[in-house]
């Protein structure tokens, strides 16, 4: 379900906020270069320690001595080659037959049983390994935190965290910032899963591994994805759609040396996949600490046919909506408006499974004023308040609404209290306060119904400037 409590402000500071630079160089491959970062990297060493021993207290490790030394070996042989090899970097399996694999701040990464169960040879499980190093040698686990901490604590909050006294976990601890797998730290925005798979395939082409073994890994997890769902519940819950990734890691192959005589198979690979094998079948998976109890979906009608019209109360705009939906939340330029049983909440939250927010975006002007800018603005400010979300990779397209010209993307997403799959279309238009955007929301499985309507809406609708 979409976290209704979008940020509408951004100060000057969120220019400072881009987790990467991306160039390309002239020479060849994309250049990379870590985000702003608060923690120094002896800090994320230090939380991704405590990261792990708190996490494998819940997980199931494989303890044997040959898995773990060639695990160990070659991701430690990828890892020399990274934007950071200084790191400790330590590689662990976790007896699960669940596809994934996610690595903490300062190089402790963790592989899935299943996921060397279905890779077909060594390249593939590399540039999973690839993929997982670059995260940690990029830092994105604490650029993500230190986003989140320039955006909420104050700057005396964030100045003690540097001390030599290591109180960072208490700060940490104060502000409601957790270390564990569903912490904040491992919720990347598309821009961090990109920038890895790319800093990912050049570490594992400079090891001299087929860097095309990232290719074919991603182009079996989308067959999988409609075959054998369940096997990439987590997987999909943190990663973006294969087929996205697929195409980009290709065009980053194309600027890489060409390499003669690439590794794509080793004895050691099938020598540890027929060991598997031979084990017991991997226990039922625990609920983990931490982890919300999938909810079932709450029943909701489905759109009327009829239509009333809505406008705002300052006059700011109006469309028409199916006569069933009904306002739950106007504040200021904004609303949100849901058929029953289309949002539950939480706290001071509100999630909605069905409906839309309407709404003003305060644009940071130094980061772009184009149309395009602003609406990358939001994505991002959206994504980092639901990071279960990705864009549709060709699903951005732009129309004319009212007589401007607006942007719709399509973003989806495995849903946290759900486990369900859900489409999020945005259209944006621009407007002389910031950007004007409809945020629509619905189940993937309901799409093919909601998606007229909220067409129809967009097409009713009408602004005051």
């Not at 596809?99 to 402790?108: E, L, M, R």
């Not at 390249?123 to 686990?141: D, Y």
């Not at 294969?242 to 065009?251: L, M």
Request: proline share 6%; net charge neutral.
């Amino acid at each position: 379900m979409l976290l209704a409590s979008l940020r509408k402000k951004w100060t000057y500071c969120a220019g400072l906020l881009g987790l990467m630079v991306l160039l390309d160089s002239v020479s060849g491959q994309t250049q990379l270069r870590p985000g702003m970062n608060f923690f120094s990297v002896k800090q994320d060493v230090e939380i991704g320690r405590e990261a792990s021993r708190e996490t494998e207290k819940q997980l199931d490790l494989l303890h044997d001595s040959d898995a773990k030394s060639y695990l160990n070996d070659l991701g430690k042989s990828v890892a020399k080659h990274s934007k950071n090899p200084d790191l400790p970097y330590e590689f662990k399996l976790v007896n699960s037959k669940e596809i994934n694999a996610f690595a903490f701040p300062g190089g402790f990464i963790y592989v899935n049983r299943g996921l060397i169960e279905a890779a077909d040879n060594e390249s593939e499980l590399a540039g999973v390994l690839g993929h997982e190093i670059s995260h940690a040698a990029l830092r994105h686990g604490t650029n993500q935190m230190s986003k989140q901490l320039l955006i909420t604590a104050p700057l005396s909050i964030i100045g003690g965290l540097f001390g030599e006294g290591g109180g960072w976990k208490e700060q940490l601890a104060a502000l409601g910032i957790s270390l564990g797998v569903n912490g904040l730290m491992m919720k990347y925005s598309r821009n961090a899963e990109s920038q890895a798979d790319l800093a990912g395939v050049q570490a594992v082409q400079a090891s001299n591994i087929d860097p095309e073994g990232m290719m074919t890994f991603f182009k079996k997890l989308e067959g999988l994805r409609k075959t054998q769902p369940g096997m990439l519940e987590s997987f999909f819950a943190s990663h973006p759609a294969p087929q996205d990734r697929e195409r980009t890691v290709g065009e980053e192959i194309v600027k890489l040396p060409l390499l003669k005589n690439p590794q794509k198979e080793s004895q050691e690979f099938h020598k540890l996949k027929a060991k598997l094998a031979s084990m017991p079948a991997p226990p039922a998976p625990k609920q983990q600490v931490n982890q919300p109890v999938p909810e079932q979906p709450q029943k909701v009608p489905e759109p009327s046919s009829r239509s009333v019209a809505f406008e705002q109360r300052d006059g700011l705009y109006q469309f028409e909506i199916p006569d069933n939906w009904r306002v739950v939340s106007e504040s200021g330029a904004g609303v949100t408006i849901v058929p029953p049983g289309g949002a539950r909440s939480y706290g001071d939250q509100t999630q909605i499974s069905h409906g839309m927010m309407v709404n003003l975006f305060e644009v940071n002007t130094s980061r772009g004023s184009r149309l395009e800018d602003a609406t990358d603005q939001f994505l991002d400010n959206l994504q980092h308040g639901n990071p279960h979300l990705h864009v549709v990779r060709g699903s951005q397209a732009k129309f004319n609404l009212s007589g401007q010209k607006a942007i719709r993307t399509l973003l989806t997403g495995i849903a946290p209290r759900t486990n369900q799959w859900e489409n999020v279309w945005v259209v944006t238009r621009g407007h002389p306060d910031g950007l004007f955007y409809f945020v629509f929301v619905s189940p993937e499985s309901d799409f093919h119904t909601y998606k007229p309507m909220f067409d129809r809406i967009v097409k009713s609708a009408r602004f005051s400037r």
